[in-house]
């Protein structure tokens, strides 16, 4: 339950400072320990989906749809990038693909090898593709 403080009350109770306590600065790292490598492969998949999508179904009113989509992909990595960049000022840049395969990266269940990673985070992407193949083969036979 709330109780009702009077200011008398807090003025016993309060330390007060006379100086502003100082904070060391924050480092923050959001580069999320990958290479450029693995996040230019998994763009690469998800435009190739677009592209193969759009020429397998090339109807002028799939323009719109599929323009919206591509933005919505660009998004996708142009918002991680603009908040890597973000204050406060950091010293982490993204991770060399020499360290990546030599270190691996920490994730939330403890550390991945680059081999695991890799196929973590090209999985889903590289699946899409493959769907989108599938789809537009089938399309074509049954045309």
């Known amino acids: ?3 009702r403080l009077s200011r008398k009350l807090i003025a016993e109770q309060a330390i007060i400072h006379e100086a502003p306590a100082l904070r060391a600065p924050t480092s923050v790292d959001r580069s999320f320990e990958l290479p450029i490598g693995l996040l230019a492969g998994s763009a690469f998949a998800y435009v190739a989906f677009i592209a193969i ?3 397998g179904f090339g109807n002028p009113h799939l323009i719109v749809p599929m323009g919206i989509i591509l ?3 660009g998004m996708a990595f142009a918002v991680p990038a603009m908040w890597m960049r973000m204050k406060p000022e950091h010293p982490q840049r ?3 693909w020499s360290r990546f395969r030599r270190q691996g990266i920490m994730t939330a ?3 991945s090898t680059a081999n695991a990673a890799t196929i973590q985070v090209l999985i889903l992407p590289v699946l899409i593709l493959l769907w989108g193949l599938a789809v537009v083969a089938i399309a074509a036979v049954v045309r």
């Open 53 to 55: 999508m759009a020429v």
């Open 94 to 96: 993204l991770t060399p």
């Open 71 to 73: 933005v919505f992909f």
């Open 1 to 3: 339950m709330a109780e």
């Open 109 to 111: 269940f403890g550390p």
